[in-house]
């Protein structure tokens, strides 16, 4: 195995798919490779069949059969994982266990359940962006300079996060083109990585970003999730904004999916 040098590739170990969904999307967003694993004979198995070192694992304590212990063990007796971070991630750790895992190497701890902004500072400080380049740096230079003028006018303002349900390799910006033409010339359009797309909206308020969003639906291939944020309800500066519109598509994106499971659920209760 060789030392990735483009984008950072995170394994997350947890049992629950909810949290390795919940994880998987926010690292996702924000621009970082993902790999899950339910438990530690998977997470060997991702680990040997990957072609390059993972550059962080996420290790929930609490495995079922081999527990995260003895994935811990495995990774730091073996010569090409033993400098790789482990970062604890559990709502069942003791002191004692937490102790024994920073014992054993680990060297962050996060506690369940989580906010978004909680992981992702974690994780940035273990391994840094998810690329030399951050593209989030972009959206909070242009929105911190329109939180500005939004504040000396006393006027609202808007930030929409838009994520594709897959990754689009390179048509992301050519997307972004398309939405230009939908909207005003005050409004910006970034793309922020391969399947999330950041709107700013000036003037315009949470109802407002709603008719956007609705608005340009039909420029937008196959199905997407949305989150809003608007100033100043929501967040005083921009990374207030940037955080809460984050969480705002988490939630929408985990709506959607337990109601999926319980239109599953329903469907296959009348056929038994």
Known sequence: MEEKNDKKCVL???DSAIIRFMVKEILEAEGYDIETASTAEEAMLKIKKNKELFDLVIVDINLPHQDGFALMEKLKSSSEYKDVPVMILSGY??????M????????EYLSKPFKTEELLKRVEK????????????????????EINRARRGNLNLSLVLAKYEKKLKNEISGIAERIKQKIRDIDTVLDVNSNTLALILPLTGANG????????KDRLPGKWHFGVATYPDNGKDEQELINFAK????KEILNLKQEMAEIKQNQNGKTS
């Open 12 to 14: 997350i170990v947890d």
């Open 93 to 98: 750790a003791t002191a004692s266990s937490v």
């Open 100 to 107: 024994r895992a920073i014992k054993m190497g680990a060297i």
């Open 126 to 145: 273990i391994i840094g962006p998810p690329t030399e380049k951050n593209l989030y740096l972009e959206l909070q230079k242009i929105l911190k300079s």
């Open 209 to 216: 970003a709603m008719v956007v969003i609705k608005k340009i």
């Open 247 to 250: 969480e705002s598509l988490m």
